[in-house]
């Protein structure tokens, strides 16, 4: 019976491509059938979800962990290069394929009340189930190729996501960014694949990790190389400096797809791939620090632009950066398994924040749609107060935002914990991890000094809302609320995944991803601490995240706001905050207008018009033509002339016989 | 079986003058697709190995070694499956767009077909010339009588830019056959024989190469050989869009497969050809990206993404590894069904909006959310979206290339964000956007009849994407034959030397 | 016999010949020193038949019926040109110019 199980993995991605072309079907014939859509749209899901869990108890059941490789058919089959299009299940895949489609599944529930009254509803179910396939394609894929289809794939689904209300000039802009940004880091992926063929000549996932350690010196140049382009990969899709600018942007989409996208899942492949590929991390010393440096500098950096937002789902995107950096922190050290933790913890609790503020846009809008008032829903300028009229909203939301910020006993608090110590730890070994250490520290403070404004600015002080669009304020359905519920549930009960022993816990997590990281520990081993540095490192954790809060709710004057429209506009540093340190001026700046001055006014009107086209082509012509023309000028059109030279021409030949 | 591919739409050409004008078009889309029917069997009929297949090979001048000679690889067999796959479509897609002289109009499709085929099929080196031309004039007159406003301009660059080069080629084909000659004592222009008994060219045989490169680089185009494209595509009506993109293009590399590389390997294998060459493909990647991002004119737009997707075919035939090579010939395949798919698009909003340009357009999917699905889907096929045709060809070329050329691989691997910036913008621009412009707001979807165009090329689009074994079954043995002969005589050339 | 005579007297009707086409304007002159020309060669295959053979002679036939038709033609064109320039200077006729 487990094998007849795990026999049908197939059909955890085929489940949400069914409901794809379904849906995708019904949105292009019969647009207003909601009933049907939103059974597909969330039954495939939940199917999935047990079609998930079925295969991992049977998978769990058997003995040593070994990954089981599913083949299908054989897809890029060219001399010694074969690709099979084949799923691979092992304990990693495992974990994220449950929380791909449990958290999914809950997200998708949440659409149903939150698109209830767009007209696009059966084709955003369509593209919602879409994502899904291809992000378990991409966790599942048992080699790079297949997963770098769920990696592009995930990527367009973001990007027809972001721009799902494409009437809209900037969501379309922003859909694209995501497009072009994820691309620079696919040619990464890309890069590295085409150098580990080269290697190592296979891309299975079995293969190259098993002649790994066999085919790349230690530190050596070409796995450092390999290393940084699948880094470069994971900066694009992970939103890591210096790639991080699009998933800002990305906020534009739906507030669910900017939960299970742009926080939950997609936005982790990055630090997937960093985990799934450990042995070759572990192999490249210098990469390993650069991700973990990236990581902890892009956690410190997103997380002073989140202090100066305004825009409520902005705050929660750069929250996620600077979550991201956090676990890319913690897989960059060698805690892989620390990573995935805060992957699989971060899913719960910043999917349930932006659930939670498309809960409060949701009403927020329908306030302004009832008063026919053109304020921005989303600013939390326009909101205060919400706590009285979305008082489930506000009570789940506070347990997040108390889990972001590491209190325990919380989910963030236990996985954050884990990666600090891990970073303090290698700081034994190579100093620079105090360095990067004492960023995370630094950006655990201002995590709960932002995430405390929020909930300040938008549920507490005094209402903004407007007179009028005040009465209509009012809480979600329970097919929004429900979801909320279970993500809190989880929140407060995730942490128990891998409580470390030093609250007498038992590393369950760390223990099942054993046989997936045990090759890369092996190359780089974890650092003991002492019981007495760990607790003090948990109780400093802790005392900074209570120093934010508490700082916050001192400093924060929530009464002292005004509605945005009256705001007066922000000076000096918060600023240069306020505009995201200028990265998007300054890459506008230097990238992307010289790029196109170049082609339309260099290349297209210079080289190709010009030169080409007007020097080389047209330019030849008018060459035979000035040729012919001085030819022609011997044609008098008099007979006469013509004798005369036709006589001439005869006497030369005779003359020249002669001779 | 190939002489019935070639003999039939020639036939039918003539057919068809004596049909009455309002069955021009039925009579047309009957004989392609009988065509089509006529070339299917060898799909299955044709056995993966290699050497020519189906051959047929009778004197046609004995006195100076003229033959007509057929015959059909893996190289080309998939090509003469694009082709008379892509007329009956075209021809399909031609029936709101061509309103005058309709008879002469599908005529000319059917010869310009058996001339097409004519090039694909050949085994002797004097027919294939002669097919070489015959395919050049029904072009010309499809370009010159049905084009656009600067139809004649751009019908005449074409012509001359074509014949320039055929020209050389002539040239260079009869001294090949004389030098061979010369050293034999047997005039022949046969493919094979000439391929058997190379003659001891000498320095001779890098101009050979050069006439050889010109015809066929201006054919494919290569960066600076492209500016006939742009404006023949614009000008050009749909249906001529298509087969331009679609099969001619593919004549130049199909060019390089069949004769200039295996004629004289030693020449396409010096370090300074191959620097040079390999460096136009890569300017023809990205320049050709970048020129095509810019365009404010929708089809120049798709004419200057074919100058970077026949880029990457060049540099996939010079690496000469097997993913490589089998990757080009992939793409080849790939451009004629994205390529041709984004052209029969451009052609359906040309007819809606009687407009080529990009900002004409501006949020109508909502208006048309069939024609705006097909055309995202069409474009991400394009760029190389995985899981669509586009990616395995592209990915193949690059992962070979790289064992070859990795410097030029990863610079050719930016050619894919490049991609992303000239389409996606575009897209934007023509389906997203706000609707803002009046005219736009009762443009009808897509009929039954273009979607019965376009659905066989998205049905292709998705299969090859997802299971192109079938095709890589089938070329993988001509591939291997192509590089292990150009090798071996390279290297047998250099050693003799 | 007669050979270097003979020679001599086409040699001269020859270069008259030439000297009129290249120095009258007249077109019929002009024709008319064409045909001198043409005769002078004649003459000069007749001559040399006697020592070389008889194709010279059966030339002169051909050279006769080629010089009719050409007489044919180009007093047909010469006539047409006159109705309608109503000249027939060379020096006024230059259609002939690229």
Partial sequence: MPGSLLDALWLVPALPLAGFVLNGALALTRPGAKRAVSLIGVGVLLLAFAAAAGAVVAFARLPGGEPVVQRYWEWLPVGDLQVHFALQLDRLSAVMILVVTGVGALIHLFSVGYMHDDPGYARYFAYLNLFVFFMLMLVLGASFPVMFVGWEGVGLCSYLLIGFWFNEQINADAGKKAFIVNRIGDV???????????????????????????????????????????????????????????????????????????????????????????????????????????????????????????????????????????????????????????????????????????????????????????????????????????????????????????????????????????????????????????????????????????????????????????????????VMTGPLVALGGLTLAGGALNVSPLFGGGTWLHRWLEPVTAAADRLQPAVELSRATEWALVLGAVAVAALGIVGALRLLKPEALVPARLAP??????????????????????????????????????????????????????????????????????????????????????????? | MLTALIAWPALAALLLLLVPTRWAKHVALAASLAEFAIALPLWWTFVPAGGMQFQLDVPWIPAWGIRYAVGVDGISLFLVLLTTFLVPLSVLGSYSYITTRERGFYALMLLLTAGMLGVFVSLDLFLFYVMWEVMLIPMYFIIGVWGGENRLYAAIKFFVYTFFGSLLMLVAILALVYLTAQRTGVISFSYAYLMTNPGALGPVAFWLFGAFFLAFAIKVPMFPFHTWLPDAHVEAPTAGSVLLAGILLKMGTYGFLRFAVPFFPQVALHPAVQTAIVVLALVGIIYGGLVAMVQPDFKKLIAYSSVAHLGFVMLGIWALTLQSVQGALLVMINHGISTGALFFLAGMLYERRHSRMIAAFGGIARVVPLLAAVLTLVSLSSIGLPATNGFVGEFLILLGAFRTYPVAATIAAGGVIVAAMYLLPALQRVIYNPLDKPENERLPDLTPRELAVLLPLVACIVWIGVYPKPILRRTEPAALQFIQSVRASAAAMTAGR | MLLGPALLVSAVLFALGVAGVLLRRNAIVIFMCVELMLNAVNLTFVALAQRLGVAGQVFVFFVMAVAAAEAAVGLAIILAIYRHRQTLNLQNINLLKG
């Fill in chain 1, 188 to 478: 990464g992926f890309l890069v590295a694949m085409f150098l580990l063929f080269r290697a190592t000549g296979s891309l299975d996932f079995g293969d190259v990790f098993s002649r790994a350690a066999g085919t790349f010196p230690p530190g050596g140049a070409l796995i450092t190389a390999i290393t940084l382009f699948l880094f470069l990969g994971c900066t694009g899709k992970s939103a890591q400096i210096p790639l991080y600018t699009w998933l800002p942007d990305a906020m534009q989409g739906p507030t669910p797809v900017s939960a299970l996208i742009h926080a939950a899942t997609m936005v982790t492949a990055g630090v997937y791939l960093v985990a799934r590929c450990g042995v070759l991390f572990a192999l490249a010393p210098v990469a390993s620090a650069v991700v973990a440096g990236v990581g902890a500098l892009t956690a410190l950096f997103a997380a002073t632009i989140a202090l100066k937002q305004w825009d409520i789902k902005r705050v929660l995107a750069y929250s996620t950066i600077s979550q991201l950096g956090y676990m890319f922190l913690g897989v960059g050290t060698g805690a892989h398994a620390a990573g995935i933790f805060h992957l699989a913890t971060h899913s719960f609790f910043k999917a349930l924040l932006f659930l939670g503020a498309g809960s409060v846009i949701h009403a927020m809008h329908h306030a302004y749609h009832a008063t026919h008032a053109h304020d921005d829903a989303q600013d939390m300028r326009n909101m205060g107060g919400l706590r009285h009229q979305l008082p489930w909203t506000a009570s789940l939301m506070w347990i997040a935002t108390l889990a972001i910020s590491g209190l325990p006993p919380l989910a963030g608090f236990f996985s954050k914990d884990e990666i600090l110590s891990a970073a303090f730890a290698q700081g034994a070994v190579r100093p620079i991890w105090y360095a990067f250490w004492a960023m995370g520290i630094a950006a655990a403070l201002l995590t709960a000094f932002y995430m405390t404004r929020l909930m300040l600015y938008t549920f507490h002080g005094a209402n903004r809302t407007g007179e009028g669009a005040r009465a209509h304020l009012h809480e979600a359905p329970w």
């Fill in chain 1, 569 to 659: 506009p922000e000076t000096g540093l918060g600023r240069v905050l306020w505009k995201k340190w200028y990265v998007d001026e300054l890459y506008d700046a230097v990238l992307v207008r010289p790029v196109m001055w170049l082609s339309r006014e260099v290349l297209w009107k210079v080289v190709d018009a010009r030169l080409v086209d007007g020097l080389l082509v047209n330019g030849s012509a008018v060459a035979s033509r000035a040729l012919g023309w001085v030819g022609s000028r011997l044609q008098t059109g008099e007979v006469g002339f013509y004798v005369v030279l036709f006589v001439i021409g005869v006497l030369a030949v005779l003359g020249a016989a002669v001779r």
